[in-house]
């Protein structure tokens, strides 16, 4: 049976790191602070707001909601978010996506303030994660990854890593924070020859294809660690599920993610992490 690498006790270990900061940013007096910008109310934006409430309290941030309504007028909306990028009192900008089909949702990923991206949707976030360098931050799902496999010192330098998916919210970045770790990393992609061939060579798998159980055994082989970072609702089994067929890699691998309660219990603890740090640097630049 392979391990579970739960993402709980990761999150445990980076939400105590980032109270720690915001501690010490307090004693200063910089409290760490997030907006959150949300247009209308869908359940999923609403879910995701409350769970990072729940962490900037945990650890000590604040937040500053501004909600507007699903009609919206594009210049009213662009003028909150620039007002955001604007106020020094704000370090970190969670702009809950998508936006409705009215508002331009690649203009406002452009003009969201880099420094302050703290989901990592800009393209200063990604030229960031591209170079390592702190301009913006990576998105969050695909650092949570990487935060659970430095939790469980799973060693990374020198190793073969395969990444299902090359989305710009996970897969790219996922890679691009691997070889900074010293991993050779391919992409796999819906033009992949034969990826069952590719993803069984390899060490450490990421599965971020967003495709629901469309890994399985044949994907995998001994001694692997596998990192899967889908949710998905199987309305048959009437349960979550990720893009790993659990009860197949499970008896395989040597460790593996468990959905729910893998990468996705330590995202909002990522996020949260980054408006730590944002504020951190703008003290800095002060």
């Known amino acids: 049976m392979a391990m579970l690498l739960k993402g709980a ?6 939400n105590e790191r980032s109270a720690a900061a915001a501690a010490a940013l307090k004693e200063k007096g910089i409290v760490p602070t997030l907006a959150i910008l949300r247009v209308g109310a869908r359940d999923g934006d609403l879910s995701y707001e409350r769970g990072a409430m729940k962490r900037c309290e945990q650890i000590g941030a604040a937040v500053k909601n501004v909600v507007l309504p699903a009609d919206v007028e594009a210049d009213v909306f662009f003028a909150a978010l620039e007002s955001l990028n604007r106020d020094a009192g704000v370090h970190g900008i969670l ?3 998508p936006l409705p089909k009215h508002l331009d949702g690649e203009k406002a990923r452009r003009m969201l303030a880099p420094e302050k991206d703290v989901d990592g949707c800009t393209d200063g976030s990604l030229a960031g994660v591209f170079t390592n360098t702190p301009l913006g931050f990576p998105p969050c799902t695909a650092q949570a ?3 659970i496999l430095k939790y469980y010192e799973i060693p990374l330098s020198g190793k073969r890593a395969a990444v299902i998916g090359r989305s710009l919210v996970v897969g790219r970045p996922a890679a691009m924070m691997l070889m900074h770790e010293n991993a050779t990393v391919t992409v796999c992609h819906t033009r992949t020859a034969d990826v069952p061939a590719v993803t069984r060579e390899a060490d450490i798998v990421i599965a971020a294809s967003g495709q629901p159980e469309s890994v399985g055994a044949e994907f995998l082989r001994e001694g692997q660690t596998v990192i899967d970072v889908g949710i998905s609702w199987n309305e048959a089994k009437q349960k979550l599920c990720g893009d790993v067929r659990f009860e197949e890699a499970e008896p395989l691998v040597e460790a ?6 893998g990468v996705g219990a330590v995202t909002t603890s990522v996020l949260v992490s980054h408006v730590v740090e944002a504020a951190a640097r703008a003290a800095e630049k002060r």
Do not use: S
């Not at 593996?256 to 309660?261: A, E, K, L, Y």
């Open 9 to 14: 006790p990761a999150a445990a270990a980076l």
């Open 145 to 147: 990854a990487m935060e």
């Open 256 to 261: 593996i993610t468990p959905v729910p309660g």
């Open 95 to 97: 702009m809950l996506r």
